[in-house]
C-alpha cells in the first residue's frame, strides 16, 4: 500500500494515495483513494451512524474506519455542518452538540494523529467532482448541489473551493431552497420528476442570478436517475449528473487532506 507522500511508479501512472471518511446522516463511511485517478483502492468501509450522532460517537467510528485500513497518512473528514478551521458552526442530520466543536482536535485524538482535514460534505463531494467527475476539464465557476434530505453546495472557480457556501438556506421565493428542491421533499410530498424538476429550475434560477456558473453538477443519490429530470429543466445554465455518486464525499476528502499536507509541507 502507498501511502500519501510517498509516490509510487507502477506501469499505468504514478500512484498517490489519500484517506477519506464521509460522515452522513445514516451511514459512515471511509476508503483509501487513488488520487490520480479519483477511485477507490479496493472497497470502501461503511459503519450505521451511532444515534444519537454526537461528537464522541461519530469520532470512535471515524477511528474505527481509519484503524480498518490501517491507515497513518492524512485524513480527510466531512461533515453535514458548516467548517471553519476544523470547527463544526452548524448540524444538520447529525446531533446538535456539534455546533461550536473543535471537530478536527476531537478526531485527531480518536484517530491519534495530527494530520486531520475537516470539510462540509457538499463541499468534498464537489471538489472530488469538479477534480475527477462531471466537472473534470471545465473551467470557470462550477456549482455543485448534493440533492438529498436538504440541499448541500459546493462553489469552485477553476478547481478552488470557495467553502460554507450553504445555498440549500437560500430563500427561493419565500421557501428555503432545501424545503423547496430537496430529493427528500420529491418523496414525501409524492411528486413526480417533472413536478420536482419545477422546484429544482426555481432554486437553480435563484442561484444563477447570485453567481453565473459555467456548469451545475447534480448530486445525490437522485443523480443516478438524471436522465428522468435533467431534461425538464428549465434555467439557463447547463446541468450534468455528478459521475463518483457514493464515493464523492470519501474521494474529496481525502484530496482536501493531502492538499493541506502538501501545503503543511511546502512550509
Ligand atoms: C446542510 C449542509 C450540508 C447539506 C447536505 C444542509 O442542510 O446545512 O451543511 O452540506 O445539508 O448534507
Redesign the pocket.
Known sequence: MTQAGSPAITTDHVERHGFGVDV?GSGIKGGIVDLVTGELVGDRFKIETPQPSTPEAVSDVVAQIVAHFEWTGPVGVTL???VTNGVAR?A??IDKAWIDTDAKALFAKTIGHADITVL???DAAGVAEDRYGGGKDKSGVVVLL?F??????AVLHNGVLLPNT?F??LQVDGKEA?HRAASSVKENKDLSYKEWAKEVSKVLETFEALLWPDLFIAGGGISRKSEKWIPHLTNRTPVVAATLLNTAGIVGAALAADTAADSGRAR
Open positions: 452522513g453535514p455542518a458548516v452548524s444538520a442530520n462540509n460534505d457538499a448534493t438529498g434530505t436538504g440541499i448541500g453546495s450553504e440549500g438556506h432545501e
